[in-house]
Each structure stands twice: as structure tokens, then as C-alpha cells.
């Protein structure tokens, strides 16, 4: 994967500080939030080659010193964005059948590709020049699975699956995955009978018992 060219020529001011996934209330979260704003609002704009530290500081009103001091680069910005949407209280929704489920994330998925202006494809395609980026959007998936585990466990309750266990992440894979092929990877126009339509294929292979894990 091809490194991110640095932001700017100028160093940091200031040897650079460690950003945490969440910061405490006050001041501080105020500041994170003006300067992700500002990184999503310059990537949507100007694209990855565009976003730099001294774009985001001056786009939102934040001195250089302290996004450089805090956030280090543009890898370290792009990240805590990415980051920061896991601070949230989203659950997979609950429609009573596994087919119903999959669907309804299948229409999330298709709603955040095709949102405008279109920041969840600006933030895919930055984690393609940024490794930081790549490895904060890894870790918002690897959450985005574990919280989609009660769908699974719901349809297993219900007899939708077969009695071994079933490898979760494939099959949301398997559900999904039109749904990304065609929006992100074709950039096709957006088919109002794909979400449905891919969640029920994939539905009907895991009673199948096309998920299920070995032994």
C-alpha cells in the first residue's frame, strides 16, 4: 500500500502526543469535533490529496500547533475520524427474521455509499493511500461485526440456522458484499431491489448451511 505524502512541509511544532480513541467532554471534545468536521468536509471537497494539516486547521478554526500536536499528520486525522464513528450507540436492527435483518443492513449500507455529500466513500477511498487510515477502518469493521453477533444468535433461536455454529463474519460478508460491489467497486446507480435481494440469497445459504464452521 502506498504511503500518505506528508501534509506539509513544516515539522511539528512540538514533539507529537499519542491521540486516544475518546477524549473526555468540554473543551477538548469541542475541538475534536471542529477539526473532524473539517477532515471530512476537506476530503469530500478536495479529495485525499487535498487533505492536509494546515487545510483541516484552517478549515476549522483551529490553531496548526495544536491539530499538529495532537493529531501528528493526515494518517493520524484520518484515523481518529475513523475511530471516532465506533463511539456510537448503533445496534443491528431487529425485523424478526434473518432474511428481514440482513435486508435492513443491506439498506444502511446502501443509504451511507450513496449519502451526499459522499463521505463514507471519501473515507474508503483515503484508507487506500493511508495505512493509518486502513487500520482504523479494519478496526470500525472488526466493531461493526461483533455488534452484528445478536442477528446471528437471533436466527440460530429462532431454527433459521443449522444446530453447528455459524461463521458470522462470512455470512454477513456473503450479505453484503453485492451491495459494495456495486456502489463502491462499479459505482453503479443504486438498485432499490439489491439490498433485499442479496440479504435473501445469502439468508437461504446459511439455512443451507453454507456458513457453518468445520468440525
Known sequence: MEPPP????????????PAPRRRPGGRSAR??????????????????????VDAVATRSGVHRTTVYRRWRDV?????DVLDAAA????????????????AALNEEVAAG???????AMALIAASFRSPEAAEA???????RYRRC?????????RGELPGAATDDRALL?????????RLALLRAPADPALPATAARTAALAATAGAFTLPG
Open 6 to 17: 506528508p501534509s506539509t512541509d513544516i515539522p511539528p511544532p512540538s514533539p507529537p502526543e
Open 137 to 143: 477502518l479494519r478496526r470500525f469493521w472488526d466493531d
Open 75 to 79: 494518517g493520524g486525522l484520518l484515523a
Open 87 to 102: 463511539d456510537d450507540g448503533w445496534a443491528p436492527p431487529d425485523t424478526g427474521s434473518l432474511e428481514g435483518d440482513l
Open 149 to 157: 453477533a445478536p442477528v446471528m444468535e437471533r436466527a440460530a433461536a
Open 173 to 181: 460478508i456473503a450479505a453484503t458484499a453485492p451491495v459494495y460491489h
Open 31 to 52: 475541538v475534536r469535533a471542529l477539526v473532524h468536521r473539517a477532515v471530512r468536509e476537506q476530503l469530500v471537497a478536495e479529495g485525499y490529496d487535498g487533505l492536509t
Open 113 to 119: 455509499l450513496t449519502e451526499d455529500p459522499p463521505i
